[in-house]
């Protein structure tokens, strides 16, 4: 089987996209054959990372606005407004 | 409250950026506000506020109707906090909606920094084309145009080319971590 094809199936598997029928065969397949067992593994670690990388991504770009507020002369009432909150009374 | 005269679409970096802008001058103060008056730092009160940002994000590429990403971002923020510093949430005053908010099952998943690593010096572009369709759920012709390819089907052609790239090192790693076991 061309590779692409059994990526592209596994996607439609671990996203429950087959349908009943397929998804039997499907995993009748994994049953016996260890390798498609260790793609599906693999692969579904593949969306988990991709995942965690586009976190990843939002948090630099948030963190690029923290700074910016926090550096900004013109936001200084902003910046006061939070730094009294954490000085001890 | 923020007047939010159409809803911004998140998809575009700058519209997503003014958000996130937005949101950190009008939202940060009542997220600090409540980590310092339990007793929380400032450190604290920064983690806890990207983090809900991102929960933040990924529920408004979910749901195509939201409403309020203030009230949203506070709730998430409480929740974090009490997920971070196992603090007692009967104690905290969360009302319905703030109770009905989660945090996305698989936040706290181990980090998969070794890979990320790998991926960031080999495969960086493949990171990029992942994320841009899987996370950022960009439309494949959005993609197209964003990489340059010529058709939105040899898009997703590599598209299934990098899963199985990234797929065959995490497969390297891991039998190169059995070797030492």
């Known amino acids: 089987m061309k590779t692409s094809h059994e990526s592209k199936q596994i996607e439609r598997y ?6 009943p029928a397929s998804r039997l065969v499907f995993e009748a397949r994994m049953l016996i054959d260890p390798m498609l067992r260790h793609h599906v593994e693999n692969q579904r670690r593949v969306y988990a990372i991709v995942r965690q ?3 990843r991504v939002v948090k630099s770009e948030v963190t690029r606005i923290h700074y910016q507020l926090f550096n900004d002369p013109a936001k200084e009432d902003f910046q006061s407004r939070i730094f009294e909150l954490f000085t001890k009374k | 409250m923020i007047e939010i ?8 970096p700058e519209e997503k950026a003014q958000l996130f802008t937005q949101l950190y001058e009008e939202v940060f103060p009542k997220v600090a506000k409540f980590v310092a008056n339990r007793g929380g730092t400032f450190a604290d009160a920064k983690d806890i506020f ?16 939201f409403e309020s990403p ?6 998430i923020a409480k929740h974090l906090w009490i997920r971070k510093f196992k603090d007692d949430h009967r104690m905290l005053a969360l009302d319905d909606a703030e109770r009905s908010i989660s945090i996305p099952e698989d936040y706290y998943e181990p980090a998969e920094n070794r890979i990320i690593a790998v991926l960031g ?12 369709f899987y996370y950022d759920d960009l439309s494949l012709e959005q993609i197209k145009t964003i990489f340059g390819f010529s058709t939105t089907r040899s898009a997703s ?14 497969q390297e790693k891991s039998l190169g971590y059995e070797d030492f076991a």
């Open chain 2, 121 to 132: 010096l080999t495969g960086k572009k493949c990171l990029h084309l992942l994320r841009a």
């Open chain 1, 14 to 19: 671990l996203f429950g996209k087959l349908n």
């Open chain 2, 50 to 65: 990207h983090d809900a940002l991102v929960v933040l994000y990924e529920k408004m590429l979910e749901e195509k109707e």
């Open chain 2, 70 to 75: 203030e009230n949203y971002l506070v709730g």
């Open chain 1, 53 to 55: 990388y586009g976190r």
């Open chain 2, 5 to 12: 005269q159409s809803r911004p679409n998140i998809k575009m």
């Open chain 2, 157 to 170: 052609s590599q598209k299934f080319k990098c899963i199985e790239k990234i797929r065959n090192t995490i």
